[in-house]
Protein backbone atom coordinates (compact mmCIF):
# COMPACT_ATOMS: atom_id res chain seq x y z
CA UNK A 1 0.00 0.00 0.00
CA UNK A 2 1.41 3.61 -1.18
CA UNK A 3 1.76 6.16 1.67
CA UNK A 4 1.43 8.84 -0.88
CA UNK A 5 -1.21 10.71 -1.98
CA UNK A 6 -3.27 9.10 -4.82
CA UNK A 7 -3.35 12.25 -6.93
CA UNK A 8 -0.14 12.25 -7.08
CA UNK A 9 0.60 8.64 -7.67
CA UNK A 10 -1.66 8.91 -10.65
CA UNK A 11 -0.11 12.04 -12.48
CA UNK A 12 2.68 11.42 -14.48
CA UNK A 13 4.52 14.84 -13.59
CA UNK A 14 5.95 17.62 -15.66
CA UNK A 15 8.68 16.63 -17.64
CA UNK A 16 11.22 20.20 -17.85
CA UNK A 17 13.43 20.49 -21.19
CA UNK A 18 16.42 18.59 -21.54
CA UNK A 19 19.58 19.96 -19.40
CA UNK A 20 22.51 17.96 -20.76
CA UNK A 21 25.29 17.81 -17.95
CA UNK A 22 27.97 16.43 -20.16
CA UNK A 23 29.17 17.51 -23.45
CA UNK A 24 28.94 20.80 -25.25
CA UNK A 25 25.63 21.24 -27.03
CA UNK A 26 24.38 24.25 -29.11
CA UNK A 27 21.02 24.22 -26.66
CA UNK A 28 18.22 26.24 -28.46
CA UNK A 29 15.78 24.12 -26.22
CA UNK A 30 14.40 25.79 -23.03
CA UNK A 31 14.27 29.67 -24.23
CA UNK A 32 18.04 30.65 -22.34
CA UNK A 33 19.04 33.79 -23.22
CA UNK A 34 22.84 33.16 -25.23
CA UNK A 35 24.44 36.07 -23.45
CA UNK A 36 25.84 36.41 -20.48
CA UNK A 37 23.58 38.43 -17.86
CA UNK A 38 24.89 42.25 -16.72
CA UNK A 39 28.48 42.64 -14.79
CA UNK A 40 26.57 44.27 -12.19
CA UNK A 41 25.18 40.61 -11.27
CA UNK A 42 28.41 38.92 -10.57
CA UNK A 43 29.45 41.85 -8.57
CA UNK A 44 26.57 41.88 -6.56
CA UNK A 45 26.51 38.31 -5.74
CA UNK A 46 30.15 38.40 -4.67
CA UNK A 47 29.90 41.35 -2.22
CA UNK A 48 26.64 38.78 -0.95
CA UNK A 49 29.34 36.10 -0.63
CA UNK A 50 32.13 38.45 0.87
CA UNK A 51 29.24 39.25 3.46
CA UNK A 52 28.48 35.89 4.54
CA UNK A 53 25.59 33.72 4.40
CA UNK A 54 25.23 32.94 8.05
CA UNK A 55 21.72 34.74 8.09
CA UNK A 56 19.00 33.90 7.02
CA UNK A 57 17.69 36.35 3.52
CA UNK A 58 15.36 39.03 3.84
CA UNK A 59 11.83 37.15 3.78
CA UNK A 60 10.63 39.75 1.02
CA UNK A 61 13.38 40.95 -0.82
CA UNK A 62 12.90 44.54 0.04
CA UNK A 63 15.87 45.60 -1.73
CA UNK A 64 14.29 43.92 -5.30
CA UNK A 65 11.17 45.25 -4.83
CA UNK A 66 12.41 48.79 -4.36
CA UNK A 67 14.48 48.51 -7.75
CA UNK A 68 11.39 47.04 -9.31
CA UNK A 69 9.50 49.33 -7.99
CA UNK A 70 11.52 52.11 -9.64
CA UNK A 71 11.63 50.43 -12.83
CA UNK A 72 8.02 49.73 -13.30
CA UNK A 73 5.98 52.33 -11.70
CA UNK A 74 4.10 49.89 -9.39
CA UNK A 75 4.82 50.49 -5.11
CA UNK A 76 7.04 47.97 -3.40
CA UNK A 77 3.79 46.31 -1.74
CA UNK A 78 2.46 45.72 -5.20
CA UNK A 79 5.29 43.10 -5.75
CA UNK A 80 6.09 39.56 -4.46
CA UNK A 81 9.05 37.26 -5.41
CA UNK A 82 9.90 34.17 -5.86
CA UNK A 83 12.50 31.49 -6.83
CA UNK A 84 12.02 31.72 -10.36
CA UNK A 85 7.90 32.36 -11.56
CA UNK A 86 7.36 28.65 -11.41
CA UNK A 87 7.56 29.02 -7.74
CA UNK A 88 4.84 31.71 -8.22
CA UNK A 89 2.96 29.85 -10.16
CA UNK A 90 2.66 27.53 -7.65
CA UNK A 91 1.89 30.29 -5.13
CA UNK A 92 -0.72 31.57 -6.92
CA UNK A 93 -2.52 27.96 -7.38
CA UNK A 94 -2.00 27.44 -3.41
CA UNK A 95 -3.97 30.49 -2.92
CA UNK A 96 -6.75 30.81 -4.97
CA UNK A 97 -7.89 27.18 -6.40
CA UNK A 98 -9.56 25.25 -4.16
CA UNK A 99 -9.47 21.02 -4.33
CA UNK A 100 -11.60 19.92 -6.76
CA UNK A 101 -12.39 23.52 -8.06
CA UNK A 102 -11.39 24.60 -12.02
CA UNK A 103 -8.36 25.84 -13.23
CA UNK A 104 -8.42 27.09 -16.92
CA UNK A 105 -5.91 27.92 -19.61
CA UNK A 106 -5.46 28.35 -22.99
CA UNK A 107 -4.38 24.98 -25.38
CA UNK A 108 -1.24 24.81 -26.50
CA UNK A 109 0.10 26.91 -23.76
CA UNK A 110 2.84 26.33 -21.07
CA UNK A 111 2.17 22.36 -19.82
CA UNK A 112 3.21 22.98 -16.02
CA UNK A 113 0.04 24.82 -15.57
CA UNK A 114 -1.83 21.57 -15.87
CA UNK A 115 0.81 19.65 -13.23
CA UNK A 116 0.13 22.75 -10.82
CA UNK A 117 -3.72 21.72 -11.02
CA UNK A 118 -3.42 18.07 -10.75
CA UNK A 119 -0.80 18.26 -7.75
CA UNK A 120 -3.61 21.07 -5.99
CA UNK A 121 -6.34 18.27 -6.42
CA UNK A 122 -8.18 20.34 -8.88
CA UNK A 123 -9.47 20.30 -12.38
CA UNK A 124 -8.04 21.79 -15.30
CA UNK A 125 -9.67 23.05 -18.51
CA UNK A 126 -7.75 23.87 -21.51
CA UNK A 127 -9.14 25.99 -23.88
CA UNK A 128 -8.23 26.44 -27.50
CA UNK A 129 -6.64 29.76 -29.00
CA UNK A 130 -8.42 30.46 -32.35
CA UNK A 131 -6.90 29.80 -35.52
CA UNK A 132 -5.55 33.73 -35.21
CA UNK A 133 -3.98 33.43 -32.06
CA UNK A 134 -6.89 34.84 -29.97
CA UNK A 135 -9.32 33.56 -27.08
CA UNK A 136 -12.93 33.36 -27.38
CA UNK A 137 -15.68 33.02 -25.31
CA UNK A 138 -15.11 30.06 -24.00
CA UNK A 139 -11.94 31.30 -22.45
CA UNK A 140 -14.28 33.26 -20.33
CA UNK A 141 -17.25 31.17 -19.89
CA UNK A 142 -18.69 31.27 -16.25
CA UNK A 143 -18.33 28.18 -14.46
CA UNK A 144 -19.08 27.80 -10.74
CA UNK A 145 -16.11 26.29 -9.69
CA UNK A 146 -13.66 28.38 -11.88
CA UNK A 147 -11.52 30.04 -9.64
CA UNK A 148 -8.13 30.90 -11.54
CA UNK A 149 -6.85 31.65 -15.45
CA UNK A 150 -3.59 31.30 -16.71
CA UNK A 151 -2.53 33.35 -19.86
CA UNK A 152 1.31 32.86 -20.82
CA UNK A 153 1.81 36.16 -22.93
CA UNK A 154 3.74 36.09 -24.97
CA UNK A 155 2.68 32.07 -25.66
CA UNK A 156 4.81 29.26 -25.17
CA UNK A 157 5.04 27.25 -27.76
CA UNK A 158 4.03 29.83 -30.26
CA UNK A 159 5.02 33.05 -29.31
CA UNK A 160 2.31 34.82 -30.08
CA UNK A 161 0.63 37.68 -27.82
CA UNK A 162 -2.60 38.76 -27.18
CA UNK A 163 -2.51 42.96 -26.86
CA UNK A 164 -2.92 44.58 -23.45
CA UNK A 165 -6.67 46.28 -24.12
CA UNK A 166 -7.55 41.70 -24.97
CA UNK A 167 -6.08 40.98 -21.78
CA UNK A 168 -8.22 43.47 -20.35
CA UNK A 169 -11.42 42.74 -21.88
CA UNK A 170 -10.54 38.43 -20.99
CA UNK A 171 -9.85 39.79 -17.27
CA UNK A 172 -12.91 41.85 -16.75
CA UNK A 173 -15.34 39.07 -18.40
CA UNK A 174 -13.66 36.73 -16.24
CA UNK A 175 -15.31 35.71 -12.59
CA UNK A 176 -11.58 34.62 -11.10
CA UNK A 177 -8.08 36.06 -11.31
CA UNK A 178 -6.41 36.31 -14.37
CA UNK A 179 -2.49 35.50 -13.87
CA UNK A 180 -0.97 37.01 -17.26
CA UNK A 181 2.35 35.06 -17.52
CA UNK A 182 5.09 37.21 -19.08
CA UNK A 183 7.97 35.15 -18.78
CA UNK A 184 9.20 36.36 -22.35
CA UNK A 185 7.37 39.89 -22.86
CA UNK A 186 10.78 42.21 -22.36
CA UNK A 187 10.93 40.74 -25.60
CA UNK A 188 7.95 41.98 -27.42
CA UNK A 189 6.64 45.95 -27.51
CA UNK A 190 3.91 45.81 -25.14
CA UNK A 191 3.06 44.68 -21.31
CA UNK A 192 0.10 44.28 -18.83
CA UNK A 193 1.41 45.68 -15.80
CA UNK A 194 -0.89 49.11 -15.97
CA UNK A 195 -3.79 46.41 -16.07
CA UNK A 196 -2.69 45.61 -12.23
CA UNK A 197 -4.47 49.09 -11.33
CA UNK A 198 -7.12 49.05 -13.33
CA UNK A 199 -8.56 45.77 -12.76
CA UNK A 200 -7.79 43.73 -9.06
CA UNK A 201 -8.41 40.28 -11.04
CA UNK A 202 -5.44 40.88 -13.12
CA UNK A 203 -1.86 39.38 -11.86
CA UNK A 204 1.29 39.84 -13.95
CA UNK A 205 3.86 37.35 -13.27
CA UNK A 206 7.68 37.92 -14.73
CA UNK A 207 10.62 35.69 -14.52
CA UNK A 208 14.75 36.91 -15.03
CA UNK A 209 15.61 33.35 -16.36
CA UNK A 210 14.90 34.81 -20.06
CA UNK A 211 15.85 38.21 -20.35
CA UNK A 212 18.08 38.62 -17.86
CA UNK A 213 19.94 35.98 -18.61
CA UNK A 214 19.89 34.14 -15.06
CA UNK A 215 18.01 31.02 -15.42
CA UNK A 216 20.59 29.38 -13.52
CA UNK A 217 20.01 32.09 -10.18
CA UNK A 218 16.01 30.94 -10.42
CA UNK A 219 14.29 34.64 -9.60
CA UNK A 220 10.90 35.49 -10.56
CA UNK A 221 8.19 38.26 -9.82
CA UNK A 222 4.74 39.09 -9.69
CA UNK A 223 2.62 42.16 -9.55
CA UNK A 224 -0.90 42.50 -7.83
CA UNK A 225 -2.78 44.69 -5.52
CA UNK A 226 -1.98 44.74 -2.20
CA UNK A 227 -4.35 43.00 -0.75
CA UNK A 228 -3.76 39.74 -2.61
CA UNK A 229 -0.05 40.18 -2.56
CA UNK A 230 -0.76 40.09 1.89
CA UNK A 231 -2.87 36.90 0.91
CA UNK A 232 -0.26 34.65 -0.88
CA UNK A 233 2.25 36.04 1.36
CA UNK A 234 1.42 33.21 3.96
CA UNK A 235 1.26 30.15 1.43
CA UNK A 236 4.76 31.06 0.53
CA UNK A 237 8.06 29.61 1.79
CA UNK A 238 9.25 31.81 4.54
CA UNK A 239 12.49 32.50 2.79
CA UNK A 240 11.64 30.99 -1.00
CA UNK A 241 14.55 33.67 -2.12
CA UNK A 242 17.91 33.25 -1.21
CA UNK A 243 20.72 35.97 -0.23
CA UNK A 244 22.28 35.14 -3.50
CA UNK A 245 19.21 35.26 -5.73
CA UNK A 246 17.90 38.78 -4.05
CA UNK A 247 21.45 40.33 -5.18
CA UNK A 248 21.71 39.17 -8.41
CA UNK A 249 17.86 39.44 -9.49
CA UNK A 250 18.28 43.49 -7.62
CA UNK A 251 21.31 43.97 -9.45
CA UNK A 252 20.05 42.82 -12.73
CA UNK A 253 16.57 44.81 -12.80
CA UNK A 254 18.39 47.83 -12.32
CA UNK A 255 20.79 47.51 -15.36
CA UNK A 256 18.29 48.98 -17.73
CA UNK A 257 21.05 49.51 -20.36
CA UNK A 258 22.29 45.38 -20.34
CA UNK A 259 18.27 44.91 -20.78
CA UNK A 260 17.97 46.97 -23.70
CA UNK A 261 20.83 46.33 -25.81
CA UNK A 262 19.90 42.44 -24.96
CA UNK A 263 16.81 42.84 -25.77
CA UNK A 264 17.41 43.99 -29.45
CA UNK A 265 20.34 41.56 -30.25
CA UNK A 266 17.72 38.75 -29.57
CA UNK A 267 14.94 40.68 -31.45
CA UNK A 268 17.08 41.44 -34.57
CA UNK A 269 18.40 37.65 -34.25
CA UNK A 270 14.89 36.34 -34.31
CA UNK A 271 13.86 38.77 -36.98
CA UNK A 272 16.45 36.33 -39.42
CA UNK A 273 15.55 33.04 -37.60
CA UNK A 274 12.33 33.47 -38.90
CA UNK A 275 12.57 34.35 -42.15
CA UNK A 276 15.51 31.58 -42.60
CA UNK A 277 12.87 29.39 -41.34
CA UNK A 278 10.07 30.50 -43.53
CA UNK A 279 12.38 30.62 -46.28
CA UNK A 280 13.31 26.07 -45.78
CA UNK A 281 9.29 25.89 -45.90
CA UNK A 282 8.25 25.80 -42.27
CA UNK A 283 5.13 27.98 -40.96
CA UNK A 284 6.14 30.21 -38.63
CA UNK A 285 4.18 32.38 -36.79
CA UNK A 286 5.18 36.20 -35.85
CA UNK A 287 7.24 35.98 -32.72
CA UNK A 288 7.10 37.84 -29.19
CA UNK A 289 9.58 36.12 -27.36
CA UNK A 290 12.99 34.63 -27.56
CA UNK A 291 11.42 31.16 -29.78
CA UNK A 292 10.19 30.43 -32.56
CA UNK A 293 7.46 27.73 -33.33
CA UNK A 294 7.73 25.92 -36.69
CA UNK A 295 5.40 23.80 -38.52
CA UNK A 296 4.86 21.83 -41.24
CA UNK A 297 2.46 19.27 -41.25
CA UNK A 298 3.49 17.13 -44.71
CA UNK A 299 6.83 15.92 -42.82
CA UNK A 300 7.96 14.30 -39.82
CA UNK A 301 9.57 16.52 -37.54
CA UNK A 302 10.68 14.35 -34.71
CA UNK A 303 13.46 12.79 -36.98
CA UNK A 304 14.55 16.30 -37.62
CA UNK A 305 15.01 17.25 -33.78
CA UNK A 306 16.90 13.51 -33.24
CA UNK A 307 19.25 13.91 -35.76
CA UNK A 308 20.33 17.84 -35.30
CA UNK A 309 20.31 16.15 -31.42
CA UNK A 310 22.74 13.50 -32.53
CA UNK A 311 25.00 16.40 -34.05
CA UNK A 312 25.05 18.06 -30.75
CA UNK A 313 21.85 20.82 -32.04
CA UNK A 314 19.28 20.74 -29.04
CA UNK A 315 15.81 22.26 -30.07
CA UNK A 316 12.32 21.53 -28.32
CA UNK A 317 10.40 18.58 -30.26
CA UNK A 318 6.41 19.11 -28.88
CA UNK A 319 3.63 17.29 -29.71
CA UNK A 320 -0.11 18.07 -28.44
CA UNK A 321 -2.54 15.69 -28.85
CA UNK A 322 -5.55 16.80 -31.71
CA UNK A 323 -3.41 19.67 -32.20
CA UNK A 324 -0.43 19.17 -34.19
CA UNK A 325 3.11 19.09 -33.70
CA UNK A 326 6.31 21.64 -33.99
CA UNK A 327 9.58 22.42 -33.28
CA UNK A 328 10.27 25.10 -30.80
CA UNK A 329 13.79 26.72 -31.40
CA UNK A 330 15.41 29.60 -28.82
CA UNK A 331 16.34 32.20 -30.36
CA UNK A 332 20.40 31.98 -30.13
CA UNK A 333 23.47 34.09 -31.08
CA UNK A 334 24.15 34.73 -34.44
CA UNK A 335 26.99 31.56 -34.41
CA UNK A 336 24.54 29.51 -32.84
CA UNK A 337 21.90 30.43 -35.39
CA UNK A 338 23.68 29.47 -38.06
CA UNK A 339 25.11 26.02 -36.83
CA UNK A 340 21.83 25.38 -36.51
CA UNK A 341 19.82 26.37 -39.79
CA UNK A 342 23.33 24.97 -41.66
CA UNK A 343 22.48 21.17 -40.12
CA UNK A 344 18.91 21.80 -40.06
CA UNK A 345 19.09 22.29 -44.20
CA UNK A 346 20.62 19.28 -44.57
CA UNK A 347 17.86 17.71 -42.70
CA UNK A 348 15.00 18.08 -44.32
CA UNK A 349 13.32 16.61 -47.22
CA UNK A 350 13.14 17.36 -50.74
CA UNK A 351 9.78 15.59 -50.30
CA UNK A 352 7.93 14.15 -47.47
CA UNK A 353 8.81 10.34 -48.18
CA UNK A 354 12.84 11.08 -48.11
CA UNK A 355 12.40 10.77 -44.09
CA UNK A 356 12.88 7.43 -43.07
CA UNK A 357 10.67 6.46 -40.41
C1 LIG B 1 5.43 30.46 -20.08
C2 LIG B 1 6.45 30.22 -19.02
N1 LIG B 1 6.20 30.63 -17.77
C3 LIG B 1 7.08 30.43 -16.78
C4 LIG B 1 8.28 29.78 -17.00
C5 LIG B 1 9.19 29.51 -15.83
O1 LIG B 1 10.26 30.35 -15.74
P1 LIG B 1 11.18 30.35 -14.45
O2 LIG B 1 12.54 30.00 -14.93
O3 LIG B 1 11.11 31.76 -13.94
O4 LIG B 1 10.63 29.40 -13.44
C6 LIG B 1 8.59 29.33 -18.28
C7 LIG B 1 9.86 28.62 -18.52
O5 LIG B 1 10.21 28.17 -19.55
C8 LIG B 1 7.65 29.56 -19.32
O6 LIG B 1 7.88 29.11 -20.56
Not at 90 to 112: A, C, E, N
Not at 205 to 216: C, D, N, V
Not at 278 to 286: E, K, S
Request: aromatic share 8%; proline share 8%; net charge neutral.
Amino acid sequence: MSYVRGQIVGMAGYVPGEQPQAGKFIKLNTNENPYPCSPAVTLAIQQCLQQGLTRYPDPLATAFRQAASDQLGVPPDWILCGNGSDDLLTILTRTFVDPGRLLRMPYPSYILYRSLAEIQGARSQEVRFRPDWTLGADFVAPDPDLRLAFLPNPNSPTGTILRPEQVLELARQLPCPLVVDEAYVDFADQHCVPLVRECERVIVTRTLSKSYALAGLRFGFLVAQPHLIREMVKVKDSYNCDALSIAGATAAISDVDWLNENRSRIVSARRRLTQELRACGFTVPDSHANFVWCTRPDWELKPIYERLKNQRVLIRYMQYRDWGEGLRVTVGSDEQIDAFLALLRCELPASPSEIPS
